[in-house]
């Protein structure tokens, strides 16, 4: 019997039935589904955990099980680290109500995707990695481990922050477009950019060094590879089966003028080699079936990397659930997010690996999705919502056509300032080539209708197109 999304979803039903769940939410807004699952799937009514409010619709919520804790930063990452330290570390009285809701001490957190396994309110997590998974995803060590299973990869070297120790190692692995330097995880975990560097120019070094020099003991230096950014996804299974999904395009741009790298989010219309996809999925199989062998890893594993002149080089592993997996998942309506919680936390179902990525992949192969997101970290309190379509030539303008348009564009208020964003419809551009430019116009799109502050950005060349 082949299996489709309702086989998942009966599947999965039992570890949610008349469970008492804390979920932690560290942006409100767009939640409605996952809390309708959780009323569909059996579950008691949960206590809501909010960090900040984000961009659209926010379900309402029951004020006898629900704490809002007006968490921020400066940056998304600051954001979403000190969501993290405050469901941790929560208010007495935020304890004291989730207690009066919870006096057997029955619930539950759900595994937030970014988290670890640390106790909420005194209360375990169900589907949260362990912290020696997480411990993965520092920079520092994910070379190493692309030697020891046998994968190709770029030069680098790790050195302290110290400028001739840097400079000596930029040098030598320069291949002509300045290097890349990136922390270690001293500070905790990071990701989206955030925490790197493109050093391109000598008065570039300065501001790197001062930087690191606040959140880091060690950098990893590696020459900056020209080409697609993408990252791909696997999967490793409590039986020791291991899968691989379909590779995604990473929406990273340049600055023109700058040495700045701006991450928005992925995008899956973008149809790489044949022979450069297969690998990449070799690659996730190879990773997710060594992590399960060495560690007991158990769940989605993400690799990052590019595919240059001479194919894909990975450049970082994430042991967890990516973003780019959400395009693929909708594409087969298959709730991934708790299907990788239950992996995770070892429930012995029957999770049919090779059927689910056969599903995955053939639903994936027409429905194509994206959605990209600038941050700017100016306030903004309003929301504001238009349509758009692009001409053959990847040019984008307003439309008041809401059923054929090709994205929705939007702009409101986030955790660091505001957020603009761009969601393609299925079939809102072509299949094949990279969709970063037409994400840039409509980026240039929101700065010309709402003065949104992103500025001018380039996406990578595609180095090795498709046929």
């Not at 007495?92 to 029955?106: F, H, Q, S």
């Amino acid at each position: 019997m082949s299996v489709d999304a309702a086989y998942y979803e009966q599947l999965l039903r039992p570890a949610y039935e008349g469970v008492k769940f804390i979920v932690p939410l560290e942006v409100l807004a767009g939640s409605g589904p996952l809390l309708d699952v959780l009323a569909e799937w059996g579950a008691q009514p949960p206590f809501v955990l909010g960090g900040s409010p984000g961009t659209g619709e926010i379900p309402e919520f029951d004020p006898e099980r629900f704490a809002m804790l007006d968490t921020s930063g400066g940056t998304m990452l600051e954001a979403i680290r000190a969501f993290f330290d405050a469901i941790h570390d929560l208010p007495d009285d935020v304890v004291a109500k989730i207690d009066r809701w919870d006096p057997d001490r029955e619930a539950v957190a759900l595994g937030f995707w970014l988290d670890t396994d640390l106790p909420v309110a005194g209360r375990p997590q169900y589907g949260a990695r362990p912290v020696e998974w997480a411990a993965l995803e520092d920079k520092m060590t994910v070379d190493a481990l692309w030697d020891e299973i046998g994968i190709t990869r770029a030069a680098s070297d790790i050195v302290s922050v110290d400028e001739g120790a840097a400079l000596e190692a930029a040098s030598r692995l320069d291949r002509g477009m300045g290097t890349v330097w990136v922390a270690d995880n001293r500070d905790g975990w990071h990701g989206g950019g955030e925490f790197l560097r493109w050093v391109r120019h000598p008065n570039d070094v300065g501001e790197a060094l001062g930087f690191f020099s606040t959140c880091a003991d060690r950098i990893r230096v590696m020459p900056f590879l020209d080409g697609i950014p993408c990252s791909i996804h696997g999967m490793a299974f409590p039986d020791g089966e291991v899968i691989a999904f379909r590779p995604n395009e990473m929406i990273v741009f340049r600055v023109p003028g700058s040495s700045e790298l701006k991450y928005a989010s992925v995008a899956n219309f973008w149809e790489p080699r044949p022979d450069d996809a297969e690998y990449m999925r070799d690659v996730a199989r190879r990773t997710a079936a060594h992590l399960h062998e060495s560690l007991g890893y158990r769940g989605v594993v993400t690799i990052d990397g590019v595919v240059t002149d001479v194919g894909f080089l990975p450049t970082e592993l994430n042991p967890r659930m990516g973003v780019g997996l959400a395009p693929v998942a909708r594409a087969a309506d298959v709730p991934m997010g708790s299907l990788h919680r239950s992996v995770t936390h070892g429930d012995p179902f029957d999770y049919r690996p090779h059927e689910l990525e056969d599903l995955l992949m053939a639903a994936s192969e027409s429905d194509r999705r994206a959605f990209a997101r600038a941050v700017v970290f100016e306030p903004y309190e309003d929301n504001v919502e238009v349509s758009v379509v692009f001409d053959d030539g990847g040019v984008p303008a307003v439309t008041e056509d809401a059923d054929t348009r090709h994205a929705a564009m939007a702009m409101g208020p986030a955790a660091a300032g505001r957020s603009i964003s761009v969601q393609f419809e299925p079939g809102g551009a072509p299949i094949g080539p990279p969709l970063a430019p037409r994400i840039a116009a409509a980026f240039s799109l929101a700065d010309e209708l709402w003065g949104a502050g992103i500025g001018p950005l380039e996406a990578a060349p595609d180095l090795r197109p498709s046929a």
